[in-house]
T-cell receptor, first 113, second 114 residues
Framework: NAGVTQTPKFRVLKTGQSMTLLCAQD?????MYWYRQDPGMGLRLIHY???????AKGEVPDGYNVSRLKKQNFLLGLESAAPSQTSVYFC????????????FGPGTRLLVL | KQEVTQIPAALSVPEGENLVLNCSFT??????LQWFRQDPGKGLTSLLL?????REQTSGRLNASLDKSSGRSTLYIAASQPGDSATYLC?????????????FGTGTLLAVQP
C-alpha cells in the first residue's frame, strides 16, 4: 500500500504558466481533498471530491480547477500561476465520509516567480 | 467564524519531560477533533481522533482530551523523546450544513532536546 502519493514533489513556475498536480490513492477512498499550507495560515481547503466524477469548492478555490475522472486520482490544475500561489500543496483522502480520518500525501512544494 | 487556535506556537523541552499542547476552537458544534504530526518537508500523520461524544483518546505515550463545551483540547505527551520533535497540528471538523469543514490550527513546533 503506497497510501497517498503526489507528483511532482517540487516545481518552479513562472507567472502565467500552467501546471497540473497529480494525487493518487490506493486505499479505495471515496473522498479526496486538496489543501494548501502557508506560514501562519494553517492548512486551507482548496477543492474536494466526494466521489468519482464529482468536485466541489473549498475555502480558497479561486485560481484552481480540479478533476476526478478516476476514483483513485484527483488532479489540481493551475491555469495561470501567480506568485500568491507559491505554497505547499497537500492531497488527502478519507474512506467514506468527511468524518473519518484523512490520510495525507507528502506534499508538493510550488514556487511561482 | 469557525477558528482553531494553538498555543504556544513553539515549545522546547528537555528529554524526559511530560508536556501539554493546547488547542482551542470557537464553535462547539463539532463532529470530531484530530491531532496530527507533521515532520519537516513531510505530510501529516494522524495521531488521535476524538469524536464529539468522547472525552479522551490514548495511544501509547499520547493522550488527547476534549472539552467541547469550553472549546478546548489538549495533547499530553509523556516522557518526551527527541523523536517527538515535530509540528503538532490540531484540526476540528465543524458542522457545515451541506458541507462539513475541517479547520486546522497553525500548529505547535515542538523541539525535544537530548
Amino acid at each position: 500500500n503506497a497510501g497517498v502519493t503526489q507528483t511532482p514533489k517540487f516545481r518552479v513556475l513562472k507567472t502565467g504558466q500552467s501546471m497540473t498536480l497529480l494525487c493518487a490513492q490506493d486505499m479505495n477512498h471515496e473522498y479526496m481533498y486538496w489543501y494548501r499550507q502557508d506560514p501562519g495560515m494553517g492548512l486551507r481547503l482548496i477543492h474536494y471530491s466526494v466521489g468519482e466524477g464529482t468536485t466541489a469548492k473549498g475555502e480558497v478555490p479561486d485560481g484552481y480547477n480540479v478533476s476526478r475522472l478516476k476514483k483513485q486520482n484527483f488532479l489540481l490544475g493551475l491555469e495561470s500561476a501567480a506568485p500568491s500561489q507559491t505554497s505547499v500543496y497537500f492531497c488527502a483522502s478519507s474512506h467514506r465520509t468527511s468524518q473519518e480520518t484523512q490520510y495525507f500525501g507528502p506534499g508538493t512544494r510550488l514556487l511561482v516567480l | 467564524k469557525q477558528e482553531v487556535t494553538q498555543i504556544p506556537a513553539a515549545l522546547s523541552v528537555p528529554e524526559g519531560e511530560n508536556l501539554v499542547l493546547n488547542c482551542s476552537f470557537t464553535d462547539s458544534a463539532i463532529y470530531n477533533l484530530q491531532w496530527f504530526r507533521q515532520d519537516p518537508g513531510k505530510g501529516l500523520t494522524s495521531l488521535l481522533l476524538i469524536q464529539s461524544s468522547q472525552r479522551e483518546q490514548t495511544s501509547g505515550r499520547l493522550n488527547a482530551s476534549l472539552d467541547k463545551s469550553s472549546g478546548r483540547s489538549t495533547l499530553y505527551i509523556a516522557a518526551s523523546q527527541p523523536g517527538d520533535s515535530a509540528t503538532y497540528l490540531c484540526a476540528v471538523l465543524f458542522y457545515g450544513g451541506a458541507t462539513n469543514k475541517l479547520i486546522f490550527g497553525t500548529g505547535t513546533l515542538l523541539a525535544v532536546q537530548p
